[in-house]
């Protein structure tokens, strides 16, 4: 019978450490603006649940908040597309 502990130092190599790596943490960064105008939209969605959003102030800040994640996602993609190279 094989032991499994002796092929364990194989299959993991290098231990996880549980942090992110800096790669992950310039991802999150350039991120961060999506990331804020979804929690601002979610903010306001819950704000929203024990009411109906009659108010006019309501619907302003949701769709505020929408057109908020909409432009983060364009800045986002249009600087993806930027440092991708061109396909010919």
């Known amino acids: 019978m094989k032991s499994i502990a002796a092929l ?3 299959v993991t190599a290098t231990p996880f450490d549980g942090e ?3 790669a992950e943490l310039d991802a ?3 991120e961060m603006p999506l990331i804020l105008a ?3 939209l ?3 969605r819950i704000a929203v649940l ?3 959003p009659v108010t006019l ?3 302003r800040r949701i769709r505020r908040a929408h057109r908020r994640v909409l ?3 364009t800045a986002l993609a249009n600087q993806a597309a930027a440092v991708a190279p061109e396909v010919a």
């Open 42 to 44: 979610l903010d306001a």
């Open 50 to 52: 024990d009411r109906t």
């Open 20 to 22: 992110p790596s800096d």
């Open 71 to 73: 432009a983060a996602r």
């Open 28 to 30: 999150i960064e350039q």
């Open 8 to 10: 364990q130092a194989v």
């Open 38 to 40: 979804e929690v601002e």
């Open 57 to 59: 102030d309501d619907a």
